[in-house]
């Protein structure tokens, strides 16, 4: 039974590992030479085949005239995961992050964006495993992302700026994750 | 499979960029004069920098910002924007101000200040590099998170992330965290130089050809080394070099960390 549980994850290590648990952080290119930088960290659940659900969490700041802006956000994701290689994951995310900034001398508000991302995760330990796959506490992947990022309503900060109504960014996102 | 990660790549080299945001640069300045005026202070939050000089003879400040809008759309929102100044007691506040109408839209990214230079400045900055330099008279600046760069300035009072400092006022200089401290002492007319760092390193230039008192306090990981005119003690085998008189003494330098390394050497 270890043995057959073992073969299977050897093609799809998510078989086993049914939980991802990462830390993301990129940037994407802004008008006269600014740069926005983004981060967040992430669970996702994987109860079915090639599926997961989870969220993010990620915070920013902005200086403001009158004083720091900051953010909190709470983004719903669901992913598709596909293993081309034993190493190598390829995947697709989309969420729906949900903002609430307050301070800076303006009244608190909130801001909703949705995002689609694709990119792939590298996965250097489990498959090589073998038997021993089911026993490791947790193998690492290191992940390369594309986002687009869209500003539904309420402006989104993305820092360091709070980005109007109908702004999109398209961000590359380097992330490391813990598969368990 | 060949194209998957050639797909990558280009996924990658085209994953940056932003769209439907149009950003509007504007400078804002405001002038006082220096008459009955001692002190100059200023609270604020900056993406950018603060930088205060000395060699004017008002107060002039400068600020820019930033309006990040949604293309074609109108940026007279930056009308709101001003730099209030407030006199009391000797005392002026400068205060980036948007008469009452806040807006998230805007940003402020520098503020340049120019001070006639006797005058007193006291920074409060949440955000954002600070820089001070020409300015005779004394300088606090607390700003735990930024890098804090002083250049021939009167006494000084610092707290910051991190400090660079060329100073002939002595005072006090305390850094958190990590934070490297890097001074050049380039006099000897005060009484004491306080430096007090975390983990962070201690790097203190003297003139050798004048007389210090050295105290240097050391706890957890943190050592100290001293080699400063011919006189060296600390490091490997050395002797510990807690408490020194060097010439005929002087100022007093005194340095204490919990964790990072000290050194004092001369001033080159």
């Known amino acids: 039974m270890i043995v057959a549980t073992a073969s299977s994850a050897d093609a799809d290590p998510t078989e086993i590992r049914k939980v991802g648990l990462g830390l993301r952080a990129g940037g994407a290119a802004a008008p006269e030479g600014h740069i926005l930088f983004d981060w967040a960290v992430d669970g996702t659940f994987r109860p079915l085949p090639f599926i997961g659900f989870g969220g993010e969490l990620s915070g920013g700041r902005v200086s403001l005239v009158e004083g720091d802006r900051t953010a909190f956000a709470v983004a719903p994701h669901v992913e598709y995961v596909h293993f081309t290689r034993p190493w190598l994951e390829l995947f697709g995310r989309a969420g729906v992050p949900l903002q609430t900034r307050s301070g800076g001398g303006v009244d608190s508000a909130g801001g909703l964006a949705a995002y689609a991302a694709g990119g792939a995760r590298w996965w250097p330990e489990c498959h090589e495993s073998g038997p021993e796959l089911a026993d490791q506490i947790g193998c690492l992947s290191f992940g390369v992302e594309v986002r687009a990022l869209h500003a539904v309503s309420g402006g989104y900060l993305v820092m360091p700026a709070v980005l109007p109504e109908g702004a999109t960014v398209l961000m590359t996102s380097f992330t490391i994750g813990l598969e368990l | ?268």
Do not use: Y
Request: hydrophobic fraction near 45%; aromatic fraction near 2%; glycine fraction near 14%.
């Open chain 2, 1 to 268: 499979m060949k194209t998957a990660p050639a797909a990558i790549a280009l996924g990658f080299l085209a994953g940056c960029g932003t769209f439907g945001v149009e950003v509007v640069e504007r400078e804002v300045k405001a002038s006082h004069p220096a008459d009955g005026i001692a002190r100059v202070t200023a609270d604020l939050s900056v993406e950018g920098e603060v930088n205060a000089r000395g060699g004017g003879s008002a107060i002039d400040a400068a600020m820019s910002v930033e309006a990040w809008i949604e293309p074609g759309a109108s940026a007279a929102l930056l009308d709101r924007v001003r730099i209030a100044m407030e006199e009391a007691s000797a005392t002026l506040a400068v205060e980036p101000d948007t008469k009452g109408a806040g807006t998230e839209q805007i940003v402020l990214q520098d503020l340049d200040l120019i001070l006639a230079s006797p005058l007193a400045l006291d920074l409060e900055v949440s955000h954002g590099d600070v820089s001070v330099s020409d300015l005779d008279g004394p300088v606090g600046i607390h700003a735990p998170d930024s890098a804090v760069s002083l250049e021939r300035t009167g006494p000084v009072d610092v707290e910051a992330r991190e400090v660079t400092a060329e100073i002939a006022g002595g005072g006090i200089i305390a850094t958190t965290g990590v934070g490297a401290v890097t001074i050049d002492v380039l006099g000897s007319d005060f009484d004491q130089l306080l430096v007090t760092t975390e983990t962070g390193p201690v790097t203190i230039h003297l003139p050798a050809d004048r007389g210090w008192d050295i105290e240097l306090s050391t706890s957890g990981e943190a050592t100290a080394t001293v080699d400063l005119g011919g006189l060296s003690c600390g490091g490997a085998g050395g002797d510990p070099c807690d408490s020194i008189r060097f010439g005929e003494g002087g100022p007093l330098i005194r340095v204490e960390s919990s964790g990072g390394a000290i050194a004092v050497d001369d001033l080159r």
